[in-house]
């Protein structure tokens, strides 16, 4: 049976006002080379200084990453030509990264180990007139992005299936969110993934290493290894040479499509910069840093579970994002029950924002506003159905429930001198599904339930109706 061996290589944008040895601005989405000058540019003469909020943000990332942070670390030159690097090389970490030996915990308890994380800046970005760069008439650079802070996460090759390596992408974007040191946005750039697989045969042979790139989404990094993990297979199998290349993801055909080989690390003739001090970080510092850490998403899920009794999963969503779990705090602390917050925020409150792919914002949904619609529910004064109508009206318009129950007439009825006549309507009418019950057809109540909500028109206590109907039947009520 065929074996993959997968291996990432993420870069993780750093949330800085300004880049990293520059003072422009960290705005990418800026006007185009706006954000631009003599030193992210490569102008001769022009000297880099380091931003510490950089050197600050990596140590967060990487002491959150469980890795060790190293007192003593230096910069680099990485040397290639591409228009969008008008210096012709990149300022990062080769020789001495700022840290090593780390890890992320998948769901599994498999521990995914981090080679090293190091500084670096990034490129510039190329705007072409086709999608297919061969076929384009022209290019257009934008140097914004030049400078821009950025930390590189290389994991070791632990990682054997697709969805393994989609959890550690997953749960690295978690973390560096909870540490706020980056949006962690694949979509807009800022969390970006070049993944490294090989297959290995029941004999034990493997294949060349394939390096894919421009994946820009946690599901097309599932997709992309899964179709290359297939592809290489395939070849192998047929007794095909699988070449050491580069090969990029098309989203449009879900397949990957070569770009060029391989590049080998001496082909980018790193040496020392020379215009960057040793960088020495005093253990104090990373101390103090050590001891400012949030707690981690992995760390407040099983609190939650632990503690709070909450659902497995329910915890692992609730902890993920820092406000949507600030919500779910503060909604136990105005006397929503865990068990209530958790289940309407998870099952109600993020389906109206996934519906519209939209982003949380607890405005849209205030919390004295769910403690109405659960207590309502909880009192059965109106049904779980006009609940989730209810908060469905709240997200769109932030109109009161009170009002919106009043206006759209979801009270329930609840009491029994006004449920009991219908019930026994219900009964009336249906002679063959008495006569089931009669025969020990318990389940049939169900369909007398079903006929009083059908009377009115869902506002009946489901519950009351299914309570009044079993004491018709067995003559408890006259």
Not at 405 to 431: T, W
């Amino acid at each position: 049976m065929m074996r993959s061996v997968i291996g990432l290589e993420i870069h993780a944008q750093l949330s800085t006002k300004t880049k990293a040895f520059c003072s422009c601005k960290n705005e990418v989405d800026a006007d185009p080379n706006t954000n631009i000058c003599p030193i992210c540019t490569g102008q001769p003469g022009a000297l880099p200084v380091l931003n510490d909020q950089v050197v600050e943000y990596a140590i967060r990332g990487a002491l959150a990453l469980n890795c060790e942070v190293h007192k003593v670390s230096s910069f680099d030159r990485k040397n290639y030509f591409y228009p969008d690097l008008p210096k012709g090389y990149q300022i990062t970490q080769y020789f001495h990264p700022i840290a090593t030996k780390g890890y992320v915990e998948l769901n599994s308890g498999k521990r995914v180990r981090i080679r090293r994380i190091h500084i670096e800046e990034d490129a510039g970005k190329m705007f072409h007139s086709s999608e297919n760069i061969t076929e384009s008439e022209s290019s257009l650079v934008d140097l914004n992005r030049c400078g821009v802070p950025l930390i590189e996460i290389v994991s070791e090759p632990d990682m054997e299936k697709p969805q393994e390596a989609r959890e550690f992408m997953e749960k690295l974007r978690d973390v560096l969110r909870a540490v706020e040191i980056s949006t962690g946005n694949m979509e807009e750039g800022a969390l970006r993934c070049d993944a490294n697989v090989s297959v290995v045969d029941d004999n034990g042979r493997s294949s060349s290493r394939v390096e894919v790139k421009n994946i820009n989404s946690f599901r097309f990094v599932q997709r992309a290894l899964e179709y290359e993990i297939d592809r290489i297979s395939k070849a192998m199998k047929s007794g095909k040479n699988v070449p050491m290349e580069t090969r990029g993801w098309d989203s449009a055909s879900k397949s990957t499509v070569s770009m060029r080989s391989k590049e080998a690390e001496n082909d980018y003739r790193y040496f020392p910069e020379p215009d960057l001090p040793i960088l020495v970080i005093a253990e104090e510092r990373i101390e103090r840093i050590k001891n400012s850490l949030p707690e981690l998403p992995d760390e407040k899920a099983k609190r939650y579970e632990e503690k709070m009794g909450i659902q497995k999963e329910n915890a692992k969503i609730l902890s993920k994002d820092k406000g949507l779990s600030k919500y779910f705090e503060d909604a136990t602390e105005i006397g929503i029950s865990p068990k209530d917050a958790s289940n309407w925020i998870v099952n109600e409150v993020m389906s109206l924002f996934n519906a519209n792919s939209a982003e949380f914002d607890p405005e849209k949904v205030p919390l004295t506003y769910l403690k109405k619609i659960i207590d309502y529910t909880n009192s059965t004064k109106i049904s779980r159905l006009a609940a989730k109508e209810v908060i469905d009206e709240v997200y769109k318009t932030g109109e009161d429930p009170d009002t919106i129950v009043k206006k759209r007439n979801l009270l329930q009825m609840s009491d029994e001198d006004s449920l009991v006549p219908l019930v026994r309507e219900a009964i009336a009418e249906n002679p063959k599904v008495v006569e089931q019950y009669r025969k020990g057809k318990g389940s049939v109540v169900g369909f007398f339930v079903g006929a009083v909500m059908k009377k009115t028109n869902g506002k009946a206590d489901p519950k009351l109706a299914g309570k009044l109907a079993k004491k018709l039947l067995d003559g408890e009520i006259e």
